[in-house]
């Protein structure tokens, strides 16, 4: 039973990122040369730049995507260190909008709306002119079940009344900094693995959201995952000029210093987020869409 489980875990994930890969990229199509004109010429300044990378980024639902690309245009001389600094920036805070939409996969059950997706988007797909509406569709459907399914997965293992992943949890010490430390190390760990640093919050999310994983630590993987997505970028820019590698570069030293300021300020800062969402971290309560929020909220 459990290597089922485990099967539907890794399938539900891979459904995720998959979906969101055909999103992103039918977003793009849709978009064509308007998105790349829309980067070039929206980066006048720090502040054009940073609302330009925060809408793309909103828009194909990936920071990796944006990165890439602006990374791509330095490369080719089309935007300056500056310019592409300014968009990444940006970049981070539209990438936040995927953990909302997460939260509320974990906070509703789409799996009744999905199957009118598909089937509304697999007619699309067959008629030429609005084939990227039906790719679209199609990636935000898959997005959607792979969330419903791991939330029915959750549900299956019954995490909340699991005896030894609770006893295990509860033997880290979520008021020591050691333990938020090697937290966000293993989140940083596995989102460079996985490559995607929605899965990651998907599996925190249900982890956090059954009861298991306290909120602390379920908060030091999420700051994990913004220093390991930057990996994607970086991996990149490896072949490309000495420009190219430097904005690659500001995008994991901004990542890394926006996360050495929060963890300076930890426990303050969360309890914060919490009560703006209205959750009693210390209650240890299982209210899996306050919980969701609670991480989409600090993400934000």
Not at 156 to 175: A, K, P, Q, V, Y
């Amino acid at each position: 039973m459990s290597i089922w489980i485990f099967f539907k875990i890794i399938g539900s994930l891979a459904l995720l990122i998959y979906g969101m890969k055909v999103m992103s990229e039918a977003l793009q199509k849709m978009a064509g040369s308007q998105l790349r004109h829309i980067l070039g010429t929206m980066t006048k300044n720090r502040f054009t730049g940073m609302f330009t990378g925060m809408f793309v980024t909103s828009a194909v639902q990936s920071s990796s995507a944006t990165t890439v690309m602006t990374v791509s245009f330095v490369n080719a001389g089309l935007l300056t260190l500056a310019q592409a600094i300014s968009v990444i920036m940006g970049a981070n805070i539209g990438t936040t909008l995927t953990a909302w939409i997460m939260s509320l996969g974990f906070s509703f059950n789409f799996m009744d709306a999905v199957f009118p997706a598909f089937i509304v988007g697999i007619l699309l797909i067959y008629t030429r002119r609005h084939r990227y509406i039906g790719d679209f569709l199609f990636g935000i459907a898959f997005m959607f079940f792979s969330l419903a399914l791991l939330s029915q997965t959750g549900n299956e293992m019954d995490l909340g009344h699991n005896r030894e992943l609770i006893h295990f949890f509860s033997t880290f010490d979520t008021g020591s900094y050691t333990t938020i430390i090697v937290f966000l190390l293993i989140g940083t760990l596995l989102t460079c693995i996985l490559q995607s640093s929605a899965a990651l919050m998907a599996i925190t999310m249900m982890l956090c959201s059954s009861g298991v994983l306290p909120i602390y630590l379920g908060i030091a993987l999420v700051m994990g995952e913004n220093i390991g997505t930057t990996a994607t970028a970086n991996l990149a820019a490896l072949g490309a000029n000495t420009q190219a590698r430097r904005a690659a570069l500001a995008h994991l030293v901004f990542n890394v210093f926006g996360v050495l300021w929060v963890l300076c300020l930890f426990y303050p800062f969360v309890d914060t987020v919490c009560s703006l969402v209205g959750y009693d971290p210390a209650s240890r309560a299982i209210d899996p869409a306050r919980l969701s929020v609670v991480l989409a909220a600090f993400h934000t």
